[in-house]
């Protein structure tokens, strides 16, 4: 009897036990999650963090349950403002930092014009360079077939030219040709403008990552637990 009044007081303990533990590891877990309080001196400005569960609202904020060690997406917008998206990384010592994915947006950019931008949340800048480069690639082939019709002109009447002997055709057809050369240098500059126009446009917009696309900019303060975050107002370069 004392026997199985031992054991019973055992498993009692060790049932009680098990709980004691769970809580004291879910209370070291609180106790490492960190809180940061966002702040801005823009009107307006909307943060949000994405990673297992998505934060966001308008600053100043205070996001909690924030690990040292991890990466979060995220995302700064606002009325008249450039939407900037980024990583931010909790360092080991708690102190945040960002990072960018330029040379993603980049090669998307350079693959497929306007995709990197759209992807990253731009797409009014990204679906305007796919348009006018669209376009621009339009007008183009029908300048070019155009000049291709003149400069078949322009070889034929050289070929009469040259079979030409009557003194006066041969003027009249000389007077033609050197319309028919004029006509095909205007259109080789026609050419060559858009050309350069096109040119500018993809150029731009792989650029564009460093001059409009980057990440938020963040600064750390008192210790780090306050971070002020900046960004600019709307790009007007295009």
């Not at 001196?41 to 297992?52: D, I, N, V």
């Not at 040259?162 to 500059?189: C, F, G, H």
């Not at 564009?208 to 370069?237: F, M, Y």
């Amino acid at each position: 009897m004392n026997i199985s009044a031992a054991v019973g007081i055992a498993a009692i303990m060790v049932a009680l036990a098990a709980p004691a533990g769970t809580g004291a590891q879910t209370a070291g877990t609180a106790e490492d999650s960190l809180c940061l309080h966002f702040t801005s001196g823009s009107r307006e400005l909307h943060l949000e963090l994405t990673g297992a569960y998505s934060m966001n609202g308008t600053l100043p904020l205070t996001l909690c349950n924030l690990h040292a060690g991890e990466r979060y997406g995220l995302v700064v917008r606002g009325r008249g403002l450039e939407l900037r998206r980024g990583y931010l990384h909790i360092n080991s010592d708690g102190t945040p930092r960002v990072s960018g994915n330029r040379i993603g947006t980049f090669l998307r950019n350079a693959v497929m014009p306007g995709w990197g931008s759209v992807r990253a949340g731009r797409g009014g800048g990204g679906w305007t360079d796919l348009t006018s480069l669209g376009m621009s690639g339009g007008v183009f082939y029908r300048e070019y077939r155009e000049r291709e019709h003149l400069d078949n002109r322009l070889s034929v009447l050289l070929d009469r030219l040259a079979a030409e002997n009557d003194a006066v055709r041969r003027q009249d057809i000389r007077l033609q040709t050197y319309i028919a050369s004029r006509d095909v240098n205007v259109q080789n500059e026609h050419c060559r403008r858009i050309a350069v126009y096109a040119i500018y446009i993809y150029g731009f917009q792989l650029i564009d990552p460093w001059l409009t696309g980057g990440p938020p900019g963040i600064r750390a303060e008192e210790g780090g637990t306050v971070v002020s975050v900046r960004t600019r107002g709307q790009s007007t370069a295009k």
